[in-house]
């Protein structure tokens, strides 16, 4: 078998969100860049703009897992506390970042001031990667990853460093049963116990003519994939299957 996956937590962070004034597309995103990537996803949390609570819960993801990602709180408003909670969790003081500043002031010119040089402000002993633009750069702060929350600049910025979080893939396979779970549950469990490193999603669909269960097999170890989905569509009642996908 392969190793073990690199672990991420995402916290996002926003009252907006948590109020239901903004829709988080942000976690969704990176879930499906990360698991493409070879990275496991281990949790998500949604907090507010709160500096202790953001501290708190980064600083625990950052012991928990290999890679944290934040997005949201990022910005020149009176709620845009991410960076400061970072640092205050991790005990230590905000800074300008020196790149960052010369950037903004290249920016803006004679229309600096102290609202638009807030977006140099970082945790002290923080990196900046990436190249290019101020709306391209990462802000690190030891395994913690920062974003701000709007999804365009997030997406640019993630795909500016994304090469560097791969990991070997996970093998997927998908049938679609057309039996229920009641008829499925003994089929899944043996497999599971025959194949206890397997990664296996049963998932009931309503209201669909063709088939009643997406089933999911995942491995990183291609051959181990390939017998437990041979084993799986084996032991499958005739004619239960509706289509197979394999990638």
Not at 229 to 246: D, Q, W, Y
Request: aromatic share 8%; glycine share 8%; hydrophobic share 40%.
């Amino acid at each position: 078998m392969s190793s073990i996956s690199k672990t991420a937590g995402i916290v996002i962070i926003g009252n907006e969100v948590l109020s239901g004034k903004t829709q988080d597309t942000n976690s969704y995103f990176l879930c499906t860049e990360l698991r493409a990537l070879g990275v496991e996803v281990c949790r998500v949390s949604v907090i507010p703009d709160e500096i202790e609570l953001i501290g708190k819960e980064v600083v625990s993801f950052s012991r928990a897992f290999d890679l944290v990602f934040t997005t949201g709180g990022v910005g020149p408003t009176h709620d845009d506390v991410t960076m400061a909670g970072i640092a205050h969790g991790f005990g230590v003081k905000v800074i300008r970042h020196p790149e960052l500043e010369r950037r903004l002031r290249q920016r803006h010119g004679a229309n600096i001031n102290e609202a638009r040089l807030r977006m140099a402000e970082v945790p002290e002993g923080a990196e900046l990667l990436g190249e290019g633009s101020l709306y391209s750069s990462v802000v690190k702060m030891r395994n913690v990853y920062i974003f701000p929350g709007i999804p365009k600049i997030l997406h640019e910025r993630f795909a500016a460093v994304k090469e560097s979080f791969r990991e070997a893939p996970f093998h997927l396979r998908v049938v679609y049963v057309k039996e229920g779970e009641g008829t499925l549950a003994s089929i899944l469990n043996e497999l599971l116990a025959r194949y206890p490193k397997l990664l296996l999603g049963s998932y009931p669909v309503i209201d669909n003519p063709e088939y009643k269960v997406k089933v999911t097999l995942e491995s990183k170890d291609a051959e181990y994939c390939r017998q437990a989905f041979s084993t799986l569509l084996s032991a499958l009642p005739k004619g239960a299957i509706h289509r197979i996908e394999e990638s």
